[in-house]
């Protein structure tokens, strides 16, 4: 491989203009296309095979005029007052105006008041399903109630979800970037042309997303986390990549082949580290549920794009930089060569090897323990940002009536004939009542053939509660006893559990599965067993330091200020197994970057030891300005107020330091010490059926040496 990367870099180094060409042609045309066909975003989790999923696709068929989208304005008299129907009714004809809506229920009529009169729920049913409700709409049902006097008027309901807006708060992640890449270089132009580089094969990833959101429903995390995914690891990877150019050039090659061979070596394990990322997230797929599948799939196709990217446009934009890529000291040839501080480190972590892995292992042990305490949920109102008019509402509606009512269920109790709906839908409202947790049950309300009604169900406490799931699955248990009719739980408390549950199922086996097929890549490129087990092992350390601490923070509320988080309560259902797709992926990045210099070393004829040293000198450097990139780009969504996206952001970067700085540039060279020629261990059964990939580059070497006439000795 590195011998065909070798040829691909200098090839792109030699016809950089045809190859800028292409990508900027690309660029401009996946563009167009995204102009074209851009579809919209979602917001809807839909869990096919589930019950709440089989209850919401009978609302459908059998309910149509409740299958639209709905909200909730919330009304509340002064303090100490009671509602009068004529105050309250000019907010129910606004909302009946409001384009789409196709009824607006008098609280009054409907009795959906306060036991003091004071408070009051008037349901919005709109015609469109929420993911076709437009901005118009959203700004017309806020209006709603505007001329009412002397209440409080407060919105609500799904209505309200919108898409997420990536604004200048992630672009913070990308100056501080930018700052590091500098700092790292020495040069801007070395600067510029990496993040440059980087933001082209974001343009593209991105541009073909778009195009074909009008083919797949996206939610409207996708782009955001592709965006995220993209944009560090394109400008890492082309880190990499220019920081072994610029070492070629100090040991005296021309750019040409300068770039050719970087693209070989450094290339190769870029190929590898995007590859382990790319089956990471596509790995997704395993929990069978399709937003999460499409999530994975969309990020890994950025991922790859930035690989694409890296390998191809780098050298050509390489040509372009000339000399200007290094630092002016070495353009002038006053530079002095000297040891970094890697090479201390590496020293330092091989002589005491013992005490720092038993001090390191320990610690993030003990950062792991908040996460037996693990809880999950989708995001409500609840844990929207204070001010916003969904927040509002939410806290209105459980000041008057209790959180529960954030919280309703619905029982879609269906069967042959309108006599046993009515039959099982009584017999399953005297037994949902008498669940602790359930606050009261309404009356069935049948379809226009009796042969559906639903049962309107109130939990005692809030969405998220433990109660209200305990619930949940107690009334599943109960009404399954009830014969002659079909009853299924469903509302969005009822998906979010059940998104949990179908995610927890879900969880060991992809996780099996991802780890499985990369220490099997890993084999592959490090031709060792110990090294791949060591390095899935450091992801286990990583993965649960990090939950712990965004337990400790987002779900316990400790140092939650500090982060923006208002509302702690349990983590977003699909963050777990979605970070442990990213963060393994990334965390093989650096263990691949870091190690196969020192295979690289190791092959060439370095002691262990020596090696584990060289690969910590040469490559600590550069992987601490990548992780630091990285974890600015992941931060800068922390800023975000969607609490998604904001957990999504935290625990990324988090993760990343832990796994760049105290497992893979602290805990793996102390193993590999420890280990010394044994890390390299491979049966001779394995040696011989796995395939060589050359990633250390020795076959480059010897291509290079044979191909080549030697050079005339001089004479006198």
Same mark, same amino acid.
């Given at each position: ?56 696709? %009978? ?87 505007? %001329? ?20 200048? %708060? ?78 070629? +050039? ?17 290339? %190769? ?22 937003? +999460? ?277 349990? +983590? ?109 261990? +491979? ?34």
């Amino acid at each position: 491989m590195a011998t065909l990367l070798y040829r691909l870099g200098r090839f792109s180094f030699r016809n950089r203009g045809r190859v800028a060409a292409v990508w900027l042609l690309l660029l401009a045309l996946l563009g167009v296309a995204a102009a074209l066909f851009l579809g919209p975003s979602s917001d809807k989790f839909s869990m096919p095979g589930t019950e709440s999923q089989r209850a919401l696709d %009978s609302l459908v068929r059998e309910f149509p005029q409740a299958s639209g989208a709905v909200g909730v304005i919330v009304v509340a008299a002064p303090e100490g007052g009671k509602l009068d129907p004529a105050v309250v009714a000019p907010v129910v004809e606004e909302a009946a105006a409001v384009p789409g809506v196709v009824a607006a229920i008098d609280p009054f009529q409907a009795r959906a008041l306060s036991p003091d009169g004071r408070y009051a729920l008037v349901q919005v049913q709109f015609k469109d399903k929420i993911d076709d409700i437009t901005d118009v709409q959203r700004k017309a049902y806020l209006k709603a109630g505007a %001329s009412a006097t002397g209440i409080q008027v407060e919105h609500g309901g799904e209505v309200l979800r919108a898409a997420p807006e990536v604004g200048g %708060s992630e672009a913070i992640g990308v100056l501080i970037a930018a700052i590091v890449l500098i700092v790292t270089f020495g040069s801007l132009v070395a600067a510029g042309m990496t993040l440059l580089n980087a933001l082209v094969g974001v343009g593209v990833g991105m541009a073909g997303l778009f195009a074909l959101s009008g083919v797949f429903e996206l939610t409207s995390v996708t782009p955001v986390l592709a965006l995220m995914l993209g944009l560090a690891v394109g400008i890492d990877y082309s880190l990499f990549i220019t920081s072994r150019y610029r070492q070629f +050039l100090a040991d005296g090659l021309d750019r040409e082949e300068a770039a050719g061979r970087a693209t070989g070596t450094a290339g %190769s394990a870029v190929v590898f580290a995007g590859a382990t990322v790319v089956i990471a997230l596509a790995g997704l797929f395993v929990a069978g549920i399709p937003f +999460l599948t499409v999530m994975g799939l969309a990020a890994a196709g950025t991922v790859a794009v930035a690989v694409l990217v890296a390998l191809t446009l780098l050298p050509a934009i390489l040509a372009y930089a000339g000399p200007r890529v290094l630092p002016r000291k070495q353009r002038d040839g006053r530079a002095v060569a000297k040891e970094g501080f890697g090479y201390t480190w590496g020293r330092l972590v091989s002589r005491l090897r013992v005490p720092i892995l038993l001090i390191g292992i320990v610690g993030l042990g003990v950062l792991a323990l908040p996460v037996q305490d693990l809880r999950l949920a989708l995001p409500d109102a609840g844990t929207a940002a204070p001010g916003t008019p969904e927040r509002a509402a939410y806290d209105l509606t459980s000041k008057g009536f209790g959180e529960g009512f954030n919280a309703r269920l619905i029982a879609v109790v269906s069967a042959e004939d309108a006599a046993a709906v009515n039959t099982a839908a009584g017999q399953a409202a005297a037994l949902i009542q008498q669940v602790p947790g359930v606050l009261a049950v309404a009356p069935p309300q049948p379809n226009a053939t009796g042969t559906t009604a639903l049962l309107a169900i109130i939990p005692k406490e809030g969405p998220t509660a433990a109660s209200t799931e305990a619930a949940v699955h107690a009334i599943r248990g109960k009404v399954a006893t009830i014969a002659g009719a079909e009853i299924a739980v469903t509302g969005a408390t009822a998906v979010g559990i059940d998104v949990s549950d179908k995610l927890g199922e879900a969880m060991p086996v992809y996780l099996l599965l991802v780890v499985g097929l990369s220490v099997l890549l890993l084999m592959l490129v490090f031709r060792s067993i110990l090294v791949p087990l060591k390095a899935a092992l450091g992801f286990l350390l990583t993965i649960g330091s990090t939950f712990g601490i965004t337990v400790a923070i987002f779900q316990e509320g400790r140092l939650a200020g500090l982060f923006g988080v208002e509302v702690p309560g349990p +983590l977003v259902s699909f963050l777990p197994i979605l970070l442990i797709g990213i963060l393994f992926g990334l965390a093989m990045d650096y263990e691949v970057f870091l190690v196969s210099r020192m295979r690289e070393d190791f092959v060439h004829g370095d002691t262990a030891r020596q090696a584990t040293i060289n690969g910590m000198g040469h490559n600590a450097r550069v992987v601490t300005a990548a992780a630091l990139i990285m974890t600015s780009v992941f931060g800068g969504f922390v800023f975000m107020e969607d609490p998604i996206i904001k957990s999504m952001g935290f625990a990324l970067a988090l993760g990343v330091l832990i796994d760049a700085f105290v497992v893979r540039m602290t805990l793996v060279p102390a193993v590999m010490a420890m280990l010394g020629r044994a890390a390299w261990w +491979l049966p001779k059964v394995l040696d011989r059926v796995l395939p060589d990939f050359d990633v250390e580059g020795e076959r480059l070497n010897h291509h290079l040496a044979t191909s080549r006439p030697p050079v005339p000795e001089r004479v006198g």
